[in-house]
């Protein structure tokens, strides 16, 4: 069983530039969310994909924006890059719509620096 | 609206002794209740979750974790720390009502001095 992949690793922008973050979920899981991770603090919830279509998404401005693909892997893409957006992205897979209570499984993460 | 607190931003204990990692959550109705561990450069790995069935509920490495409703309170535990238990941990809580979002506390700090 495939675990929850993202790349790249680690990636360096600089300010008003756009990115685009990536993930593959875990074999059998059909939903995806993405979180953001400031240093030093919680992950922040982004948004949610389930079979293709945005299920939910927190406080984030639009030019944070999301796909998921027919084999449920997903992409986060962010805009006109700001300094705050400075952070560790996480994707996380599970395998229903409602994951109150199933568990969400973690990638690594990318850690993405804006100059 | 649902929120999370977690008392300590960093915690140290001596091997071998207990671990006690405080967490306290807001919600109108009991919602469903995880901890995760984190370790560095690595993804969040979740230890053990509440989905209002026993209140005591048990994780993996040792730790378990107490559902108070009364006290509004999750705390994790581990009677005997390890050093390899060093990390960051977070508290994490979702609604019992149909909806998607989790939101995590800052995190916990664990240090484990020898």
């Known amino acids: 069983e495939t675990g929850v992949t993202q790349s790249p690793t680690h990636l360096i922008k600089t300010r008003g530039q756009q990115v685009t973050l990536r993930c593959s979920s875990q074999?059998?899981?059909?939903?995806v969310s993405w979180y953001q991770q400031a240093l030093g603090q919680g992950p922040q919830f982004i948004f949610q994909?389930?079979?293709?279509?945005?299920?939910g998404r927190g406080n984030f401005p639009p030019r944070f924006s999301g796909l998921q693909f027919p084999n449920y892997s997903s992409e986060l893409n962010v805009n006109a890059l700001e300094l705050d957006d400075s952070a560790l992205y996480l994707c996380?897979?599970?395998?229903?719509?409602?994951?109150?209570?199933?568990?969400?499984?973690f990638g690594p993460g990318t850690r993405l620096t804006v100059l | 609206a649902q929120s999370v607190t977690q008392l300590g931003s960093h915690v140290s204990v001596s091997e071998g002794a207990l671990v006690l990692l405080r967490c306290n959550y807001s919600?109108?109705?009991?919602?469903?209740l995880f901890w995760y561990v984190q370790y560095p450069n690595q993804g969040l790995q979740l230890l053990l979750k509440?989905?209002?069935?026993?209140?005591l509920v048990k994780g993996i490495n040792g730790f378990e974790a107490e559902f108070k409703k009364s006290e509004t309170s999750f705390h994790l535990t581990k009677p005997s720390a390890h050093m390899s238990d060093a990390a960051e941990y977070f508290c994490?809580?979702?609604?019992?009502?149909?909806?998607?979002?989790?939101?995590f506390g800052a995190g916990t700090r664990l240090f484990v001095k020898a």
């Open positions: 996380a897979s599970s395998s229903k719509r409602e994951a109150s209570t199933d568990t969400q499984y």
């Open positions: 074999s059998g899981h059909n939903t």
């Open positions: 994909y389930y079979r293709e279509e945005e299920n």
């Open positions: 919600s109108s109705v009991p919602p469903y």
């Open positions: 509440y989905t209002s069935a026993a209140t």
């Open positions: 994490a809580v979702t609604p019992n009502t149909g909806g998607f979002k989790t939101i």
